[in-house]
């Protein structure tokens, strides 16, 4: 199974800061990585598909770049509704397999 | 628009059974793939299954091959998971979610609010 690595864990930011948050997998996904945003007690929404495509509705402060091992998304100014835990999925080889998360909170 | 509801979810013994339904609407849902994925409380996300539009082909994670199986009828516009031999780690929120662009290869765009089973004597 392909592993993907979240780092950071945790990310302490404020308010109008830039977020970075990587995801490395385990072996070459070429670019079929998509990217989620969770807030507690909701369902997770589809923010980035296929590494760098923004899904429906996703606002243009939402960027992913990255292909084959490394991914990074980028939120380029933290908005208060962005605060929330980002999870990384590989969509290329069975089983899909998705990161630990990384959760963005407050500073 | 397209929306997906689950439902089947409750408390369950271990090694007893459990049947989830999501009921699809807003466009025909033989027209798109869907997912089954959980998330342990407190935990992350956890893929467990894929079926596609015409029920030809089908995935599960380790996790619950053998034990759980998919199933959809598209008259009905329904997808199944038929979860046997239930276990403690299976206790969850379990998710419905369909695949974006109508492939595998670019995530999932809807997704349901979910049920929650609970796997406990």
């Known amino acids: 199974d392909i592993v993907l690595t979240q780092s950071p864990a945790t990310l302490s930011l404020s308010p109008g800061e830039r977020a970075t948050l990587s995801c490395r997998a385990s072996q070459s996904v070429s670019s079929y990585l998509a990217w989620y945003q969770q807030k507690p007690g909701q369902a997770p929404r589809l923010l980035i598909y296929d590494a760098s495509n923004r899904a429906t509705g996703i606002p243009a402060r939402f960027s992913g770049s990255g292909s084959g091992t490394d991914f990074t998304l980028t939120i380029s100014s933290l908005e208060p509704e962005d605060f929330a835990v980002y999870y990384c999925?590989?969509?290329?080889?069975?089983?899909?397999?998705f990161g630990p998360g990384t959760k963005v909170d407050i500073k | 628009e397209v929306q997906l509801v689950e439902s089947g979810g409750g408390l369950v013994q271990p090694g007893g059974s459990l049947r989830l339904s999501c009921a699809a609407s807003?466009?025909?849902?033989?027209?798109?793939?869907i997912n089954w994925v959980r998330q342990a409380p407190g935990k992350g996300l956890e893929w467990i299954s894929y079926?596609?539009?015409?029920?030809?082909?089908?995935h599960y994670a380790e996790s619950v091959r053998g034990r759980f199986t998919i199933s959809r009828d598209n008259a009905k516009n329904s997808l199944y998971l038929q979860m046997n031999s239930l276990r403690a780690e299976d206790t969850a929120i379990y998710y419905c979610a369909r695949n974006s662009l109508g492939t595998y290869y670019y995530g999932m765009d809807v997704w349901g609010q979910g049920t929650t089973v609970t796997v406990s004597s």
């Open positions: 999925q590989q969509c290329s080889n069975w089983p899909q397999t």
């Open positions: 079926i596609s539009g015409s029920s030809g082909t089908i």
């Open positions: 807003g466009i025909p849902f033989s027209t798109f793939s």
